[in-house]
């Protein structure tokens, strides 16, 4: 039976008894309903407490439980989002926003934020981790100025007096000093000589 539905007949016995009582006329038989009386209202003590604080609805756990599938015990049911790390114990060590390749991402030196995908920037000094120029991580090392000016040109080619650039057969190293200008030709012997503007710049790549 529910609970409010035994709070209802312990209250309809508690009034109706009494009223059976009081109709008894003869007094053997109004005794013994007395006792009888008696008796019954100490059940119905015991039994409001017993069952005077018994919810309606008992409340029910709101955390979710799983079992482990052979009996054993419960455990709260939870979860949690899984984080590879990369080697630094992080997947952006240098906090550039780039995430490292040890994580899958695109990042090829995470101990240093200039070194990343899209870097636009030149620089004069290698990687701190490696030495290495590639700032943008696209595998290929890229000039400020890529040009150069040969102004000893094989035996049969024109000199070139239109170009500026790094003055030399070939481009010089990144990170190095070279200079830079010109070739110019001789009005008289018609030599290709070399015209300095500047004579130590620094050669910025990425």
Not at 87 to 94: A, R, V
Not at 124 to 133: A, E, I, L
Request: aromatic letters at 4%; proline letters at 7%; hydrophobic letters at 35%.
């Amino acid at each position: 039976m529910a609970p409010r539905a035994r709070k209802r007949a312990l209250k309809g016995a508690k009034i109706n008894l009494p009223l059976m009582v009081s109709s008894i006329r003869d007094p053997p038989d109004l005794a013994r309903a007395s006792l009888v009386v008696l008796g019954v209202a100490w059940a119905l003590s015991a039994c409001e407490l017993v069952l005077g604080d018994v919810p309606d609805n008992p409340p029910r756990s709101s955390s979710a439980t799983t079992g482990n599938g052979s009996g054993g015990a419960m455990s709260t049911a939870s979860t949690s989002s899984a984080t590879t790390t990369g080697t630094g114990g992080c997947c952006d060590c240098d906090g550039d926003g780039y995430m490292s390749a040890a994580c899958g991402g695109t990042d090829c030196d995470d101990t240093s934020a200039d070194v990343h995908p899209g870097q636009m920037m030149f620089f004069g000094v290698g990687r701190p981790s490696d030495g290495q120029f590639d700032y943008d991580c696209d595998g290929k090392i890229e000039w400020k100025d890529p040009a150069v000016v040969n102004c000893s040109p094989p035996l049969g080619l024109m000199c070139d007096t239109t170009t500026h650039g790094f003055l030399g057969a070939e481009h010089p190293a990144c990170g190095t000093k070279s200079k830079s200008g010109s070739c110019v030709k001789d009005a008289t012997t018609l030599a290709c000589m070399e015209q300095v503007e500047q004579p130590m710049v620094l050669v910025l790549c990425r």
